[in-house]
């Protein structure tokens, strides 16, 4: 009888070991789906790419103005960035986003201290000048890029737009359209700071 | 057999399908074989899983014809990945390159495998002498018992 009641206790300090150790796998999963619905709550795109350049000096580009706009545009080089706080965006009449975001960029060109440069993107003269006229332009000055621009900037989607400081060195970029809250919450609060 | 023919063959054709247009094909071969290797090993950042040598997105074709040039200008291939990870970060990388940012990337597989390892050997080294003894044989009692209870059919009783 004395023998029994020994067996029955090894096994349950055994079982209490082996319970913990199928709890384990358990545990893992826990802990990876914490991690996973982390990131998947964050709201963070993993498509969304942080940029290369940041806090570099731009690109050497040079850009020629759209054709048969340079009488109101004139082209854009990398010279043309400094002396100012600077956004540069990549944009073409045949992107949706680009006119969503058209607003915004309106909004930018009419603050003080800042100028907006446009980088019209593998775009047609003819539509690109059609898109400016009939939403009008907001840009000092649009290059008009055949693909190699963009590439130098790490742009690889449309809209794209960058802000730059006085000393032409890259601060910020967005990937994607510049949505009324971006502006507010994100894109005027730099263009503050940079403008001390 | 002729179907299987016939998914074999359209198999082998899309294996042969490339991204790559005649007009980008460098006339040197040496130069192109070399352009296509860079290619293999960039990622086309508007699909993101494929290379730009299997893409027909835009950038990458754009991406092909600038490293053709670069490397027809005389760059070698290291010259012409550090160009483009310059402008759009490792990330571009299909292969990402060891760093410490990557070491769980590299180095967590290889731990996993050693703790497994590890808890393998500790498993089979507690179980050793938990193995039950050989059963001692039966006496002329528990045989007798035992052919009894063989005997007995269930339904007897």
Request: with cysteine.
């Amino acid at each position: 009888m004395s023998d029994m009641s020994d067996m029955t206790e090894s096994a349950t300090t055994r079982g209490r070991t082996q319970h913990l150790l199928y709890i384990l796998p358990v545990l893992v999963f826990g802990a990876l789906a914490a991690v996973i619905a982390y990131f998947m709550l964050s709201g963070r795109d993993p498509r969304l790419l942080p940029s290369a350049l940041i806090d570099q000096p731009a690109p050497e580009f040079k850009l020629p103005p759209i054709e048969g706009w340079e009488g109101r545009k004139p082209g854009l080089a990398t010279g043309d960035l400094r002396g100012a706080v600077t956004v540069v965006n990549f944009f073409a009449s045949w992107c949706v986003p680009c006119l969503a975001e058209h607003p915004q960029i309106m909004a930018l060109s009419k603050m003080e201290g800042v100028r907006v440069v446009g980088i019209n993107h593998k775009d047609r003269p003819a539509a690109a000048k059609d898109w400016l006229t009939r939403h009008g332009d907001p840009y000092a000055r649009i290059g008009a890029d055949s693909g190699r621009a963009a590439i130098e900037w790490g742009v690889y989607g449309m809209p794209e737009t960058f802000i730059l400081d006085k000393t032409g060195r890259i601060r910020f970029k967005h990937v994607g359209v510049v949505r009324r809250e971006t502006l507010k919450e994100t894109i005027l609060p730099i263009i503050r700071k940079l403008r001390k | 057999m002729r179907l299987l023919a016939a998914i074999l063959a359209l198999a082998l054709s899309a294996a042969a399908a490339q991204a790559v247009e005649p007009n980008e094909i460098l006339k040197d071969p040496a130069l192109e074989q070399r352009a296509r290797a860079i290619s293999k090993k960039l990622r086309c950042l508007v699909c993101q899983n494929q290379s730009i040598d299997d893409s027909d997105a835009g950038l990458a074709r754009d991406l092909r014809v600038l490293v053709r040039e670069r490397l027809s200008a005389g760059d070698s291939d290291e010259a012409v990945v550090r160009f483009v990870v310059a402008r759009y970060g490792d990330f571009v990388l299909l292969r990402p390159p060891v760093t410490p940012a990557t070491y769980a990337l590299w180095f967590g597989p290889l731990l996993l495998l050693l703790l497994a390892g590890i808890g393998v050997v500790v498993f089979l080294k507690r179980r050793r002498p938990e193995a039950a003894p050989a059963a001692a044989p039966l006496d002329a009692d528990e045989k007798k018992r035992l052919t009894a209870l063989l005997a007995d059919d269930g339904l007897s009783r």
